[in-house]
């Protein structure tokens, strides 16, 4: 083999210098390119400490390798649930359910990262959800967090959103999932309730019959007035008649006459009754 052959020339090894020139520059443009996604923001550190008031929005952003790091947090709507054993008013145990809609304030995510880091809901959202339904639950009894909901719902809305924000935290809404209580309580809300149907569908009852009542009176009333006019009518008829007789002694003939209904009577013996008509004097 000559030793020509095993020489590199000059510009082979300028070559081969190029080609690593080429890969670390790729390296570097890689390691130093930070894409931050639709509804993230990115957390700009210098050797690991935030960097102040630089908040990166979406977009491909370029760092010193080494040097600098991005941390990503999401600022879109996020949901969490939680559970919540709290004592009532009257000291009865609730189990809260509820569901909290939230997202982190894209102004300050920095802030955010750097007093809490990515864990926030452990540290701060959840010992928040405690302490606020434990503190709103508290101003209640146990029936009132069933028929005041939306009131006990709006309460610990507003003492979460005044919690959080100061942290860079944003509620949006909340929703109560549920109350559990134990299950005498239960049962004893389940009695209160047939009780309360019992006695309204008494009082439905009652009043009904009461109207009943009334309109069997009023009938009644209608059927005695009805009979004082119809007697009152009779009198007034004989009372007319018996002036009509002091009158004129042949009204009564009149009278039996307007009552004939033609016929005459069947009687034996051939004889034919005769029927008397009053008969008016001729003046001379």
């Given at each position: 083999m000559n030793n020509n052959d095993i020489?590199?020339?000059?510009?082979?090894?300028?070559?081969?210098?190029?080609?690593?020139i080429a890969i670390f520059a790729i390296i570097v443009l890689y390691m130093s390119a930070y894409i931050i996604q639709a509804g993230e923001r990115g957390v700009l550190m210098d050797f690991g400490k935030v960097r102040d008031n630089t908040v990166l929005s979406p977009g491909i952003h370029f760092v010193i390798p080494f040097?600098?790091?991005?941390?990503?947090?999401?600022?879109?709507?996020?949901?969490?649930?939680?559970?919540?054993m709290a004592a009532s008013k009257d000291l009865q145990d609730a189990k809260t359910k509820i569901?909290?809609?939230?997202?982190?304030?894209?102004?300050?995510?920095?802030?955010?990262?750097?007093?809490?880091g990515m864990d926030y809901q452990t540290r701060i959202i959840i010992p928040a959800i405690h302490e606020v339904v434990k503190a709103s639950t508290a101003k209640y009894n146990a029936d009132e967090l069933i028929t005041q909901r939306e009131t006990v719902k709006d309460l610990i809305q507003s003492g979460l959103y005044e919690r959080l924000s100061s942290r860079g935290i944003i509620v949006e809404q909340?929703?109560?999932?549920?109350?559990?209580?134990?299950?005498q309580f239960s049962q004893a809300i389940e009695q209160k309730v047939t009780a309360q149907q019992n006695a309204l569908k008494a009082e439905n009852d009652l009043k009904r019959i009461e109207i009943e009542a009334r309109q069997?009176?009023?009938?009644?009333?209608g059927d005695k007035q009805?009979?004082?006019?119809?007697?009152?009518?009779?009198?007034?008829?004989?009372?007319?008649?018996?002036?009509?007789?002091?009158?004129?002694?042949?009204?009564?003939?009149?009278?039996a006459t307007r009552q004939w209904d033609g016929k005459l009577p069947q009687v034996t013996g051939g004889a034919i009754p005769l029927v008397q008509l009053p008969i008016s004097k001729v003046e001379s």
């Open positions: 020489q590199w020339t000059k510009s082979d090894t300028g070559k081969v210098l190029l080609f690593l040097y600098n790091t991005i941390a990503r947090l999401d600022v879109q709507t996020q949901v969490y649930e939680s559970e919540t569901a909290l809609n939230y997202h982190i304030d894209s102004n300050v995510v920095n802030v955010l990262y750097r007093d809490i909340i929703s109560i999932t549920n109350f559990e209580f134990s299950q069997k009176v009023a009938t009644a009333e009805a009979t004082i006019l119809s007697a009152e009518g009779k009198a007034k008829e004989i009372e007319i008649i018996q002036r009509q007789l002091q009158t004129s002694p042949t009204y009564i003939q009149y009278l």
